[in-house]
């Protein structure tokens, strides 16, 4: 079975920029997840989503992230304007149904340095 | 934060068994063990998970005490390819939360 797929890969921006990222799960998962991973940390939930509406977004940062899943597949992360500090890689994963005893799986996600 | 204790870096053989200790003294009885691990440059990896009884799957073995305040994860013929940071996490109504995770290197 594909895996879950992000891109970009790489992406180098200026601090003041936005920038976007697409996330496809794995097919038929209906919980999706994003999260951040500064270096040489774990990685830390941003948003979940349950087929198109949000669950968690308790430690999304509102007044520059966003996120989106309008058709309840895949999904959007924006950050605007971007700060020195969110140089970090932003991971994707996905889950069947985000119930506890059913695993989540990841993209490699994307790396994102600020300058 | 995260509520399991992790030793941050071990040494294994290759070709012996990776045995990856975790203590999670607070877990509550509806929480799972989740192991995880995460190759240099990629996405972490679902390893195992179990609640009480010991689980076994084809990358690992996960060992849970009677008590459920300890684990162990077994690889039982490390590669090279199992360098990684192991992450065990306890994971119940709330979200996954990763620690710092064991630093685990295979030598040659």
């Known amino acids: 079975e594909a895996g879950v797929a992000q891109s970009p890969r790489y992406k180098i921006i200026e601090k003041r920029q936005s920038v976007a990222f697409w996330c496809n799960p794995i097919?038929?998962?209906?919980?999706l997840y994003w999260y951040q991973q500064i270096l040489g940390q774990g990685p830390k939930l941003l948003i979940q989503?349950?087929?198109?509406?949000?669950?968690?977004d308790s430690q999304l940062p509102k007044d520059r992230f966003s996120a989106e899943r309008l058709k309840g597949v895949d999904s959007t992360l924006k950050i605007q304007p971007a700060k020195l500090e969110d140089s970090a890689v932003y991971l994707c994963?996905?889950?069947?149904?985000?119930?506890?005893?059913?695993?989540?799986?990841f993209g490699d996600g994307t790396r994102l340095s600020i300058l | 934060d995260a509520k399991t204790t992790q030793p941050p870096s071990m040494d294994c053989a290759e070709g012996r068994a990776a045995n990856l200790p975790c203590n999670h003294s607070?877990?509550?009885?509806?929480?799972?063990v989740y192991w995880y691990r995460q190759i240099h440059s990629q996405g972490p990896q679902y390893i195992i998970h179990?609640?009480?009884n010991n689980e076994t799957n084809e990358m690992a073995s996960l060992i849970i005490t009677e008590d459920r305040k300890s684990s162990t994860l077994i690889l039982p013929h490390a590669t090279l390819r199992d360098t990684a940071v192991y992450y065990c996490?306890?994971?119940?109504?709330?979200?996954?939360?990763f620690g710092t995770g064991t630093r685990l290197t295979i030598i040659p």
């Open positions: 994963a996905s889950s069947l149904d985000g119930e506890v005893n059913q695993p989540q799986h």
């Open positions: 097919s038929g998962h209906a919980t």
């Open positions: 179990g609640l009480k």
């Open positions: 996490i306890e994971h119940g109504n709330e979200k996954l939360t």
């Open positions: 989503f349950q087929n198109n509406g949000v669950v968690d």
């Open positions: 607070t877990i509550s009885g509806n929480e799972y």
